[in-house]
Structure formats: structure tokens, C-alpha cells
């Protein structure tokens, strides 16, 4: 049986009937046709379905669907600096070499959204403790690292998230 | 994996469902564990009840002496540490190593308990705070942490009961409390081995209360009681600390397993007792010199020296 749920996502109010099984990370991606959001382990180990929920970074195929009503929803659709301009974490990651395969990069730019939000001025350290829970089995992080420091600096020199 | 969600709006109304719906049914709050189980297969409950919204569980507060941290309060929030006294570095060094932030802005205290895994990184935080769980549901009753947990996965908690709120006496002056966790990894990783210590120092330098916990090295965590023994009345030396940590290895009852020996987890347990009886000094030193507590290091460096 299916149960109507609202949500705001993006900035956009929606409504979708979905199975109360169903977790976040599938509705978004299957009902919510937005499939930037990606399924890596589907049991909270890998970090790849990051979305930020009520402005807390989570795991989207932790939570069931069902559980976010009422929630506002921050996808990697909803992430840019203008129409068709990147958002500033992309075009650092994009400078910077932070992405390889790019199936963690979703995952990791909305952890770096959230992280910057809470401290925009973060040491390498904190960096890497923040992005523990998203797994990249490409870079070694060290790029993914530097493109994060580089868009604190430009949050610092007056560039808005 | 089809179920009914019910959302009850009040403990009591979430405890009769859980009565009336006899059996077939989870509680779901932050849902980190369970709905991993659901996905894996491993459980089917036809219905959950979403507790995760129920009003008065999400608070930190101190009445008096007392410090309560309602059930849905999540590893996040203990992790940045908003209202937990001074002496309570523990519950935030624990915090910060479970999982990552993703999962600790929605994995709640209550959950971390009521999962009574062997290796719940806030349960022997707690067992040496001496807390007592609030447990509401047709009888209400308080009991202790160390009560309520039985072995893995298995707890005393009754049909109808929830877990409401965590509470323990706030460190007084002279007292401190540490955690160390090893595990394989820095982040993300279950612990093979954590421990955490209490310690009440007298004017005198002398243990005036000391508690040891050790979690993932029995079926449940465990009091390092002879070790606590040892170090009670005498001061913290670095003789007595090594003595102790020989007694909390000696009692406890590792397994080898895909993560670690059992040989290596006893080491682990003499190690870490002791850094944790250091750290413990270490801070009731610091804030009695600068009247202010603590900072603790970064536990992840604690960590690194570790292996």
C-alpha cells in the first residue's frame, strides 16, 4: 500500500505516493527521477547517497522515504552557482582534479556543502575526519582534500555556497 | 518487504501499540541499524512504529546535579556536545567515532542502546557515569545500564517498554571521564576493543572513585571491577595504572573473530586502560589549574599512536 509523502526538495514542494519500504535514496531516484543522488553499498557504509535533510548531512538510503515528510531535501541537482554554471564546490572539484569515476563525487560534494556550512574555515584534518563516511576508492583523497580547502578559500574571500 | 508505518504522538499511545500489536513489530527512530536489517533481509517486521518524532526525547539538561539526554538524541548532537557538563569528554570522544556524520546525525543514543551490540561505542561511556536508563511503558521503571543489557542484541526490556531518557549523577570538581577506541581504521569502523574510565581524585591525589568499562571483549560491556578495586584509596601513579590495566586485561573474556584475536584484543584492553586512566588524570590536573575544562586531542591521533 502506498502513503502519500510531501517533502521539499531542491526548493521544490513535492508530493509522491510511495511504498513505505521504499528508502529515501530510491525515492528520489526512482519517484523523484533525480538519479545524481547514487546507490553504492545501500547500507550506510560508503557515503555515495549524501543528501543533506533538514540541514543534516545523511545517508539517503538510511532513511526510509516515509520518514521524510515534511523534510526539505538538498540534492546534487539543486547544487549551482547560476543556470548552468557550476555550483562552487564542483568547479573546485573540477579544478583540482577532485573527481576520477565520479560515482562518490555527489556524495562527497554535498558532505563538503554541509561540512562548509557548519565551518568554512576547516583545517586539512577536519577535512578528512568530515569526509570519513564517503568512501572513493579512486583518488586517494588527496585531490578530493585539496578541491575541499580550495573552496573554503574562496568561501572565505566572499563566494557564497 | 511490505509493513504497516503507525506514528504514534505520545509514548504511551507508541507503548499500547507496541502491546497491541503483539510481537511482529519494531520501534524505528533513527532507523541506522534497522532499516539496514530490513534491506538485508534479515528483518521483516510487519509494522514499525515511528518513535522518531515523539516530543520530550530530544533534549540535553541538567535539574540540579542531574543530567538528563533524552532517548532521540543523536550521536551528532553528543558529538558537538551543546549542555553536557564538564567531565563528560567521554560521551563526546565516543560520539565522534561512530560511523561518519552522516550516520550520526541520525543514529539516536536510545537506538545505540536498545541495539545492545557488545560493541556500542556509548555504552561503557555510560556504564562508568553509573546511568540509569528511564524506561516508560505499562510499569515504568529506572535501571540501570548495566542492568538492562544482557548479551548481544538481548536486553530486559519488556513488551510495551520504550527507552525515554539516559541519566547520571554530572562529574563533580576533581572528576573526569575518557574514552579510546582501536579498531582497524581510523573512521568508520566497529570497535575491536573500546574502554572508557571514570575518575573522582580527592585533594590528596587519591581515587576517590574510579569506574573502568570495557566493551567488545565480552557478550556484553563489562566492569573492570578488580582493576577499579585495585586503584581505589591509592593514587594515580604510573604503577598503579599499569597494575591496573594488567587486571582489567586479565578479567576480561575477548573472542577471536574476523576483526581481531582474542590475544590481541587483551592487549589492546591493558593499552588502552591505561591511556584512558592517563587521560583522566591528565584532565582532572588541567581543570584544576585552569578552573575550566579539558579540550581533549583529537582521538584520531590517539589512534594513530595506537597501532
Redesign the interface.
Known amino acids: 500500500?502506498k502513503?502519500l509523502v510531501s517533502m521539499t526538495v531542491n526548493g521544490e514542494e513535492i508530493e509522491l505516493a510511495i511504498?513505505?519500504?521504499r528508502?529515501l535514496l530510491d525515492v528520489l531516484r526512482n519517484e523523484g527521477r533525480l538519479t545524481g543522488t547514487k546507490k553504492g553499498c545501500?547500507?550506510?557504509?560508503c557515503?555515495a547517497c549524501?543528501v543533506i535533510?533538514d540541514g543534516?548531512?545523511?545517508?539517503s538510503?538510511?532513511?526510509?522515504g516515509?520518514?521524510a515528510e515534511g523534510a526539505t531535501i538538498e540534492t546534487i541537482e539543486g547544487q549551482h552557482a547560476g543556470p548552468d554554471l557550476p555550483h562552487l564546490i564542483q568547479e573546485k572539484f573540477m579544478d583540482h582534479g577532485g573527481a576520477q569515476c565520479g560515482f562518490c563525487t555527489p556524495g562527497i560534494i554535498m558532505?563538503t556543502k554541509?561540512?562548509l556550512k557548519e565551518n568554512p574555515n576547516p583545517t586539512e584534518?577536519e577535512v578528512r575526519?568530515?569526509i570519513?563516511?564517503?568512501?572513493c576508492r579512486c583518488t586517494g583523497y588527496a585531490k578530493i582534500v585539496d578541491a575541499v580547502l580550495a573552496a573554503a578559500e574562496d568561501l572565505r574571500k566572499g563566494r557564497t555556497l | 518487504?511490505?509493513?504497516?508505518?503507525h506514528r504514534p504522538e505520545t509514548v504511551d499511545e507508541a507503548s499500547r501499540l507496541e502491546l497491541d500489536l503483539d510481537g511482529d513489530c519494531a520501534f524505528?527512530a533513527?532507523?541506522?541499524d534497522l532499516?539496514?536489517q530490513?534491506?538485508?533481509g534479515q528483518r521483516a517486521p510487519a509494522h514499525?512504529i515511528?518513535i522518531?518524532r515523539l516530543p520530550g526525547m530530544s533534549a540535553i539538561s541538567e535539574d540540579g546535579s542531574v543530567v538528563e539526554i533524552g532517548a532521540l538524541v543523536t550521536h551528532?548532537e553528543l558529538e558537538l556536545g551543546k549542555g553536557l557538563p564538564q567531565g563528560t569528554d567521554a560521551i563526546r570522544d565516543a560520539a565522534r567515532q561512530v560511523?561518519?556524520?552522516?550516520?550520526r546525525?541520525?543514529a539516536t543514543l536510545g537506538g545505540n542502546i536498545a541495539n545492545a551490540s557488545p560493541a556500542a561505542d556509548l555504552v561503557p561511556v555510560l556504564m562508568v557515569l553509573d546511568a540509569e536508563l528511564e524506561l516508560r511503558g505499562p510499569h515504568g521503571r529506572c535501571v540501570p545500564i548495566s542492568d538492562f543489557i544482557e548479551g548481544p542484541r538481548r536486553t530486559t526490556r519488556q513488551p510495551g517498554e520504550l527507552i525515554t531518557a539516559i541519566r547520571f549523577r554530572a562529574p563533580g570538581n576533581g572528576s573526569a571521564t575518557s574514552f579510546f577506541k582501536a579498531g582497524r581504521r581510523?573512521?568508520?569502523e566497529i570497535a575491536v576493543v573500546n574502554v572508557a574510565a571514570s575518575v573522582t581524585l580527592g585533594a590528596d591525589g587519591a581515587c576517590r572513585s574510579v569506574r573502568i568499562a570495557l566493551g567488545s571483549v565480552a557478550p556484553k560491556t563489562l566492569r573492570a571491577i578488580g582493576a577499579e578495586k585495585a586503584l581505589a584509596g591509592s593514587p594515580l601513579s604510573v604503577a598503579a595504572i599499569r597494575e591496573a590495566a594488567q587486571l582489567a586485561a586479565d578479567c576480561c573474556a575477548p573472542i577471536t573473530d574476523i576483526r581481531a584475536s582474542a590475544e590481541y584484543r587483551r592487549l589492546l584492553v591493558k593499552s588502552l586502560v591505561e591511556r584512558a586512566l592517563v587521560r583522566c588524570s591528565e584532565q582532572v590536573e588541567q581543570s584544576a589549574m585552569s578552573g575550566i575544562s579539558a579540550s581533549a586531542d583529537?582521538p584520531?591521533d590517539l589512534l594513530e599512536r595506537s597501532h
Not at chain 1, 56 to 59: A, E, G, I, K, L
Not at chain 1, 132 to 135: H, L, Q, R, V
Not at chain 2, 1 to 5: N, T
Open positions: 500500500m502513503r511504498p513505505p519500504y528508502t545501500d547500507v550506510g557504509d557515503g549524501t535533510m543534516s548531512p545523511v545517508n538510503c538510511l532513511v526510509l516515509i520518514e558532505m554541509a561540512l584534518s575526519f568530515a570519513a563516511g564517503n568512501i | 518487504m511490505a509493513f504497516r508505518i524505528i533513527g532507523g541506522t532499516v539496514v530490513m534491506s538485508r514499525l515511528d522518531s551528532r560511523g561518519g556524520v552522516q550516520v546525525s541520525i581510523k573512521a568508520m583529537n584520531a
